[in-house]
């Protein structure tokens, strides 16, 4: 049972970073194959600064908000540049994947020494670390006020509970903006960006508002790795973290969150029961991918709802005209 608490841990953590970019892909059209990156920046931040703070503030809570900030400035200094410089589509999409190779190159040249941060070692392909034996481990969440903490270990139900909730909570949050006036304006810019300009919007500071939401978001999955783990490491901002998280919105359906959150849900667990297979479990979602994306491009979710409400439509109308003559003779 333990086993699968801390699997289930991980796939919720997971459908943090698909809501991210069903939100800035599915809704405004902005495709990133870089939100793996602010994942790992907001690992990182949590991370560095949970090992220099712990010791005298007792919990994680700034760790943890600073895990969500610094991904999402981040996203104002390259998404400014992005936006306001009119790029779109797939230059957008590679811009994006080559800034999160070049951290992920950066962060493997930090096994020096040098690269301390106070009590925080960056520590190259180890991983980060405490920068001494004096200096206090990597910890999971410590949440709370003074002595009134709370400590979720990554391996527990209350931290699978916790982070329920946290993803709950989220997805609500955003199921409520998007239906919202504001997400109306993101499916606005997502179809006719020129058209929603002349309405007097600036679809450029839009763009960056929720392309800083969605960084926030991943950040905070990052964060929850990070404590689940107690471990964030530069592999997170390869080229397969980023291509997994497309392939888990891409096959639920990019534009609606709770089957881009279902997709990741159930394309993790299946890359779990292949995990002993290796390198072939990436190959099977690849393939998968493939074959969604030729017989149902708009998602297999989406597309199985829109069959089987077209089928009980056709059964309806079929049987109840043949009623309705029954009852009418």
Known sequence: RRYDIINFSNFLISGFLALSLSLIWGYCGILSLGQAAFFGIGGYAYGI???????????????????????????????GIMFYARLRGVYIAILMLVVSLL??????????????????????????????????LLPSLILGLG????????RDASFYYFVLGLLTVTYLGLRCLVNSSYGYILVGCREDPERTETFGYDVRLIQ????CLAAGIAGLSGVLYTAWGTYIHPDGFGVGPNILVVIWVAVGGRKD?????????????????????????????????????LIAPRGLAVTLGEYFNTAETYVMSRFGSRANKMTGS
Request: proline residues 4%.
């Open 49 to 79: 600064v949970a090992l220099n703070l712990l010791n005298s503030h007792g919990n994680t809570d700034v760790a943890m908000i600073a895990g969500i900030i610094v991904p999402m400035i981040f996203a104002v200094f390259i998404g």
């Open 208 to 211: 960056l508002s929720v392309f």
């Open 147 to 154: 002595k009134s903490v709370v400590e979720l270990d990554g």
């Open 103 to 136: 951290i992920g190159l950066f962060m493997r040249q930090t096994a020096d020494p040098s690269y301390t941060m106070g009590a925080a070692y960056l520590g190259g392909m180890n991983g980060l670390r405490p920068a001494s034996a004096d200096d206090p």
């Open 257 to 293: 969150l709770g089957t881009a959150l279902l997709g990741a849900l159930v394309l993790e667990w299946v890359s779990l029961r292949l995990v002993s297979e290796g390198e072939i479990a990436l190959l099977a979602l690849g393939s998968i991918l493939v074959v969604v994306m």
